[in-house]
T-cell receptor, first 112, second 113 residues
């Protein structure tokens, strides 16, 4: 039982490049989330999904898109990377509201 | 003002000592509260939920003070392995709670030999 798996673990992009971060969970969780974590700030919600085929904006959605075509996968896309998107990205999932979040190991992204 | 505020620390604690720290929240309608632990450069993991009556899990005690809108975490008999950043997490308490968790920036605890 792998839990929540994120790929890649590290990535360096040049400004304007695009990429997709993949999150996969094998716990049959309905809800999935993408957060970013920056120094001195709490985790901030980018986008989330309450079920297959649904997505919603979080606190800081600009510059990101997401898709949840399959229940177990939640993809985060950066269409045109900017240095302000340099951050650590965490995917998380849970099976109902207020249940503990299960996090992936994180993706460290640097945009130069 | 941030919705969830924490003293960033670090709290330097001798091994075996007790350390306590608080987290304040601004939304009086918040209903669910949690402490997560995050080790350096790793993912957060749930330490414990915080219940209205207060709760204990081994050496860890969490308290909720709704009147003053804060939660606290106390660690007794600190171990070197307790060194970590402790994240306060609060649910905003709206009927649609999905995605409404607010994370504090964390309190760093360093336990020294």
């Amino acid at each position: 039982n792998a839990g929540v798996t994120q790929t890649p673990k590290f990535r360096v992009l040049k400004t304007g490049q695009s990429m997709t971060l993949l999150c996969a969970q094998d716990m049959n969780h309905e809800y999935m989330y993408w957060y970013r974590q920056d120094p001195g700030m709490g985790l901030r919600l980018i986008h989330y999904s309450v079920g297959e085929g649904t997505t919603a904006k979080g606190e800081v959605p600009d510059g990101y898109n997401v898709s949840r075509l399959k229940k177990q996968n939640f993809l985060l896309g950066l269409e045109s990377a900017a240095p302000s998107q340099t951050s650590v990205y965490f995917c998380a999932s849970n099976d109902r509201t207020n249940s503990p979040l299960h996090f992936g190991n994180g993706t460290r992204l640097t945009v130069t | 003002r941030k919705e969830v505020e924490q003293d960033p620390g670090p709290f330097n604690v001798p091994e075996g000592a007790t350390v306590a720290f608080n987290c304040t929240y601004s939304n009086s309608a918040s209903q669910s509260f949690f402490w997560y632990r995050q080790d350096c450069r790793k993912e957060p993991k749930l330490l414990m939920s915080v219940y209205s009556s207060g709760n204990e899990d081994g050496r860890f005690t969490a308290q909720l003070n709704r009147a003053s809108q804060y939660i606290s975490l106390l660690i007794r008999d600190s171990k070197l392995s307790d060194s970590a950043t402790y994240l306060c997490v609060v649910n905003r308490g709206t009927t649609d709670s999905w995605g409404k968790l607010q994370f504090g920036a964390g309190t760093q605890v360093v336990v020294t030999p």
